[in-house]
T-cell receptor, first 111, second 115 residues
Framework: DTGVSQDPRHKITKRGQNVTFRCDPI?????LYWYRQTLGQGPEFLTY????????KSRLLSDRFSAERPKGSFSTLEIQRTEQGDSAMYLC?????????FGQGTRLTVV | AQSVTQPDIHITVSEGASLELRCNYS??????LFWYVQSPGQGLQLLLK??????LVQGIKGFEAEFKRSQSSFNLRKPSVHWSDAAEYFC?????????????FGAGTILRVKS
């Protein structure tokens, strides 16, 4: 499978715990994006990497959120001290030139 | 600021009937335009895209869309809907360097197909 891969697909965590999600993009894609999608809404941009450089962060990305792409390949998104409002689908996408390909997403439920 | 409006939250069509999903956008530059489809609990699959050139674009699964600059619209169409088309459809704008290559999505239109 040469598509965008996300792990885990589902995560249930208690409020206050930290969680980390992983995204493996399509191998030749230099751009990687994280989006968040809540019920009934379209995906909202969180952050964007070109190679290993994080070029933009949305105001939606509070201090509790951090993303890395250490070698310009896979990326991780960490949420510290989770809150119930963090419950959402977290989508990763990668692109080379304009057209973004999405992974299956990680569904986070904070209880 | 960039924005995308999908005026219809839900649409129900009969199997075999034609379909049109509306999308209007606000964007400060010549946009890249996209339609994605999402099945429940799944990621987004690209149906079609417009970058430049011919304003009528063909996509997968028999879908097409027409870019109308004067109306700031990019409506999705299909001449004959199949039950398997039931899903949520998202219009998106962006992907250009002027706006950081990111996409701005509409709120989506849920398509129901009745037999």
């Amino acid at each position: 499978d040469t598509g965008v891969s996300q792990d885990p697909r589902h995560k249930i965590t208690k409020r206050g715990q930290n969680v980390t999600f992983r995204c493996d993009p399509i191998s030749e894609h230099n751009r990687l994006y994280w989006y968040r999608q809540t019920l009934g809404q379209g995906p909202e941009f969180l952050t964007y990497f070109q190679n290993e450089a994080q070029l933009e962060k949305s105001r939606l990305l509070s201090d509790r959120f951090s993303a890395e792409r250490p070698k310009g390949s896979f990326s991780t998104l960490e949420i510290q001290r989770t809150e119930q409002g963090d419950s959402a689908m977290y989508l990763c996408a990668s692109s080379f030139s304009g057209e973004a390909f999405f992974g299956q997403g990680t569904r986070l439920t904070v209880v | 600021a960039q924005s995308v409006t999908q005026p219809d939250i839900h649409i129900t069509v009969s199997e075999g009937a034609s379909l049109e999903l509306r999308c209007n956008y606000s964007y400060g530059a010549t946009p890249y335009l996209f339609w994605y489809v999402q099945s429940p609990g799944q990621g987004l699959q690209l149906l079609l895209k417009y970058f430049s050139g011919d304003t009528l674009v063909q996509g997968i699964k028999g879908f097409e869309a027409e870019f109308k600059r004067s109306q700031s619209s990019f409506n999705l169409r299909k001449p004959s809907v199949h039950w398997s088309d039931a899903a949520e459809y998202f219009c998106a704008v962006g992907g250009t360097m002027e706006y950081g290559n990111k996409l701005v999505f509409g709120a989506g239109t849920i398509l129901r197909v009745k037999s």
